[in-house]
């Protein structure tokens, strides 16, 4: 991070690109979608604001949108060509995780496929984010970059139903990795919950995101408190003709939902409810009428688990026509397991090594909101790069998975004992708006050349690496392979590069040649 900052400052972008890349193939996206959990940990945000990571990291990855500028890193083997029809590889699903996975995999020289039951890849990114959040011409440019590498998109096809994972083996795959995420949506189990005008946040996105015609004629009422929630209640404020309200049981601080995201709501006229949860839906003629909210007296007990206790005499009653639950993801995995003794959590998650992300079925990989339940899609695309070192040495036999892994974990700095002598004193840059006719279209602008140059500038460089000087044998050929100008090697202690009469090598190892002599005498007599 530090390092695609510090080139933003110089410049140099299309290095910046490429660094990020290492580990991120899709820092567009990521820019625009992602927590900022980055900028929470930033030093700076403890002189005044943190450094605007997200902002120049989209302004870096901006610079490949048009075709001709895109950077579509070198696809071979550690010995040159590609490794071919011995040794393909099946992807399962495109959204993040599989996608991070397909992009690493074919960098390294295989032959990947990726097989998608929808009509385009991207998974939640395409289907569950909105487009004023992430435009998808955008994650579609992004996409474009793994079909200019070389892999291919199979889509239309649900693997367990248009084909298995068996008869893909017979086709000469080796290692597959499954990464469909959690398509399904929960529900609140409360009366009325079958009538028509209630709708699962995913469903509601889903179709949203895939037709933006469609309108909505009454009140909406949105059960959630999280980023999920949020984008619901933006997209019926935009389609809808009635108020729009979101209900959680969380209070106002306690809420998940970003607070930036929560003051966007805000702004755009939606009503927020808290304290609340669902105690019935009323309809009448099988549609929805209104809904009937509970005090939430207790999130948690005791022990800090979820576990809500409500005042059920303590109504509330709102009118709306339509009613969608944002309260968690599920798991429908179909057919896509059968025949395969691959272990299954009760909650539909998917048991594999936490390290090598392998399953009970040896040629069977796994990643994603699939594995571990709902996360970020930064969360996803690092399981993604894990997975595909995993399936590269999987299929080359006498490879062991877990030997020699990265299982480096972030240590934060101690910022208490950060001595700040003086730091450029620029403000946080704020990017524009932009006027657009289109309500599902992203109204924020890029930040500008010079923005981003001030923005770097910003960063204090606090991030550190040590060397472990057991391994490190200062040969300096680090300095010469880094691609960045990243690392310098430089000697700490003056003597080190002082340079010694013979006699004065003599003076100080005379002693200790003269003792090593004796002992080695006196061990021979014996």
């Known amino acids: 991070m530090q390092g695609y900052v510090k080139l933003a400052a110089e410049g140099r972008y299309a290095d910046a690109l490429k660094l ?16 900022k959990r980055c900028e929470e940990a930033c030093t700076r945000g403890k002189i005044d604001q943190p450094v605007s990571i997200d902002e120049i990291k989209k302004y870096i990855a901006a610079q490949e949108l048009d075709q001709d500028k895109r950077y579509i890193p070198l696809c071979e083997t550690d010995h040159g060509g590609m490794w071919g029809e011995e040794y393909k590889m099946a992807i399962i699903g495109a959204g993040p995780a599989g996608l991070s996975c397909a992009y690493y995999l074919r960098e390294r020289g295989y032959d990947v496929t990726v097989f998608e039951k929808e009509s385009r890849p991207g998974g939640m990114l395409m289907n569950g984010i909105p487009n004023f959040v992430l435009e998808k011409e955008i994650l579609e440019a992004e996409i474009d970059v793994l079909k200019q590498m070389g892999v291919v998109f199979q889509c239309n096809t649900e693997i367990g139903k248009d084909i298995t994972i068996q008869q893909l083996r017979e086709q000469g795959y080796k290692a597959f990795y499954l990464a469909i995420g959690l ?24 179709r949203t995101n895939q037709d933006h015609s469609i ?9 959630g408190g999280g980023n999920v929630a949020i984008d619901v209640a933006r997209v019926a404020k935009r389609i809808a003709d009635g108020n729009v309200t979101m209900v959680c049981l969380e209070g106002i601080h306690e809420m998940p939902a970003a607070k930036e995201e929560i003051e966007i709501a805000r702004q755009e006229g939606i009503t927020i409810q808290t304290g609340w949860g669902p105690k019935e839906i009323v309809a009448k003629d099988g549609k929805v009428t209104n809904i009937v909210l509970k005090k939430c007296t207790r999130l948690k007990d005791e022990d800090g688990k979820f ?17 969608v639950e944002a309260i968690g993801q599920s798991s429908e995995l179909g057919g896509l397991l059968d025949g395969e003794d691959v272990e299954v959590r009760k909650n539909g998650l998917v048991i594999a090594d ?33 997975a595909s070192e995993s399936m590269h040495r999987f299929v080359h036999v006498g490879q062991s998975l877990l030997v020699a892994r990265d299982l480096r974990e972030f240590v934060e700095l101690n910022k208490e004992e950060i001595v700040v002598e003086g730091y450029d004193n620029a403000k946080r840059q704020i990017p524009g708006k932009r006027h657009v006719d289109d309500p ?23 991030g550190a690496t040590t060397v472990d000087i057991n ?14 100008d990243a690392i310098h090697l430089t000697r700490d202690l003056p003597d080190a590069s002082r340079m010694l009469r013979v006699e004065d090598k003599l003076k100080l190892i005379g002693p200790y040649a003269a003792k090593r002599g004796i002992k080695i005498l006196l061990h021979k007599n014996k």
Do not use: M, W
């Open 20 to 35: 990020i890349k290492e580990d991120n193939p899709f820092p567009y996206v990521c820019g625009a979608i992602c927590n």
């Open 183 to 206: 398509q399904g949506g929960r529900k609140a189990n409360v009366d009325g919950e079958e009538n028509e005008g209630v709708e699962s946040a995913v469903s509601f996105l889903k």
């Open 215 to 223: 309108r909505l004629h009454g009140d909406v009422t949105v059960i």
């Open 307 to 323: 576990s809500p206790l409500y005042d059920e005499e303590d109504t509330l009653e709102v009118a709306c026509s339509y009613i």
């Open 354 to 386: 936490p390290i090598t992300f392998q399953t009970t079925v040896e040629d069977i990989f796994v990643g994603g909101d699939i594995y571990h339940g709902a996360k970020f899609a930064i969360d996803a695309i690092a399981e993604g790069k894990k």
């Open 440 to 462: 599902f279209k992203d109204t924020k602008r890029l930040l500008t050349e010079e923005q981003v140059k001030i923005e770097a500038k910003r960063c204090l460089g606090c």
């Open 471 to 484: 391994r490190c044998i200062g040969c300096g050929l680090c300095t010469t392979k880094c691609a960045f």
